[in-house]
């Protein structure tokens, strides 16, 4: 597929089993085959090559290619979930020659209707659950596959969120991406496919140190790893500020409402603790208001794989799930990543250096939830010797070096004397 991609298709080995015309001017802008991508099917798996035709990653294929890595990493955890009676199809991802290929199980999904004299009256596949138009309209009118759903977000921690198609009327509440559609096939099994977007975004404003995005599009591509979501939570410590601030505003007799502790007014609460109340979940908040009291403890928060999405632009929820995305991202900046490197600055390592020291630096972020594009960030927190000395005098706030440290030291650095 990948030597014979910009081939004609008649002189292609496979030839492909579905082309749509790519969003945009894609054929003016240089995206896709003149405008046009494919893809392609052989012994029973589905391949499609990962590049950015749509233009949905600014134009850089290195992010594409990334939506493959997403969907493989989102299918191995819905996998691992282990719903009854929910198949998730085998997937893998082959680099080739400077592709990236998503090579996905073909599915049972066609739903073959015959006469009575035994011809083929109608084939067609029973969608669910998800979207097959841009966000047109969004599918989720069956019971039982939303319960499976729910079964899964559970256990990856994903929230229940509202989402609206631009020619909807009414939200509809989902427990997964909008972009993950499921199916019933002829046996009566569901089967969900096109996991790319099922875990949340990272906050592009909680992550200075990394390049910003045209747009805002990163949310497409920086997603968090299934280790941080499934961990997301808040601390007893800002719980109970919260539920302190509330009762020494409000007595018990007084009346007390969702809309008056959101209200900007001077009700409203500090900055900090309206962030907190508006992101918990809607059982959590209800609590608050009728009893003045939240569970004791650290609480975990549920995360939407679409937040900052436009589907849920206008669904009623929205805000809640975008700070809780926040949030998390800023949990990861200020929490997980020092206490990570503070973990790994007290390791012990082999004395092998062929062998890395004993460590695999890439699976241990990973473990702990902290995507590798963070590397400078938890490189930026170990301390490193320089090559030289200082001389310090007493009351004198310069410091004379007796080498020259300016290819060592740059302006703005902290420097440790010791």
């Known amino acids: 597929i990948v030597d014979e991609f910009y081939l004609p298709l008649k002189d292609r080995t496979i030839q492909p089993i579905s082309e749509r015309m790519a969003d945009g001017r894609a054929k003016e802008g240089g995206r896709a085959q003149s405008g046009i991508r494919y893809k392609f099917e052989a012994c029973n798996i589905r391949f499609k090559v990962h590049l950015d035709d749509h233009g949905i990653f600014n134009g850089s294929d290195e992010y594409a290619a990334k939506a493959a890595s997403h969907d493989l990493r989102a299918s191995r955890e819905y996998f691992k979930a282990h719903i009854p009676d929910l198949q998730i199809p085998m997937e893998c991802t082959v680099d080739y020659h400077g592709f990236r290929v998503l090579c996905v199980a073909k599915l049972p999904l066609i739903i073959t209707v015959f006469s009575e004299t035994g011809d083929v009256r109608k084939s067609a596949e029973d969608m669910l659950l998800g979207t097959i138009n841009r966000g047109e309209t969004i599918v989720a009118n069956n019971r039982v596959l939303e319960v499976k759903c729910h079964e899964a977000a559970t256990k990856l921690n994903l929230a229940r969120h509202g989402v609206k198609g631009e020619k909807d009327i009414l939200s509809k509440f989902i427990y997964s991406s909008v972009d993950l559609r499921g199916f019933k096939d002829s046996d009566e099994r569901f089967s969900v496919l096109n996991?790319?977007?099922?875990?949340?975004?990272?906050d592009a404003d909680q992550t200075p140190h990394l390049m910003s995005a045209p747009r805002g599009m990163s949310m497409f591509w920086r997603m968090m790893r299934p280790?941080?979501?499934?961990?997301?939570?808040?601390?007893?410590?800002?719980?109970?500020?919260?539920?302190?601030?509330?009762?020494?505003r409000w007595t018990m007799n007084d009346p007390l409402t969702e809309e008056l502790l959101k209200a900007d007014d001077d009700y409203k609460l500090t900055d900090a603790n309206d962030t907190l109340f508006r992101m918990l979940p809607p059982e959590m908040r209800t609590k608050l208001v009728e009893e003045r009291e939240l569970p004791p403890g650290d609480m975990k928060i549920p995360l939407s794989p679409d937040a900052n999405c436009y589907v849920t632009y206008n669904a009623p929820d929205w805000e809640s799930h975008t700070l809780a995305a926040a949030d998390a991202t800023r949990r990861l900046m200020i929490e997980i990543v020092p206490e990570f490197c503070d973990h790994y600055a007290d390791r012990e390592l082999t004395p092998e250096p062929t062998q890395g020291f004993g460590v695999h630096v890439a699976a241990d972020m990973h473990r702990h939830g902290i995507n590798v594009r963070h590397m400078g960030l938890v490189r930026d927190r170990f301390w490193r010797p320089l090559k030289g000395t200082v001389d310090i005098m007493f009351n004198d706030r310069r410091i004379k070096t007796r080498h020259d440290l300016r290819n060592q030291v740059k302006r703005g650095m902290k420097v440790s004397i010791r």
């Open 195 to 202: 996991f790319w977007r099922s875990m949340p975004p990272e």
């Open 227 to 248: 280790e941080l979501v499934r961990t997301n939570s808040v601390k007893g410590e800002r719980l109970t500020a919260l539920v302190a601030e509330v009762n020494k």
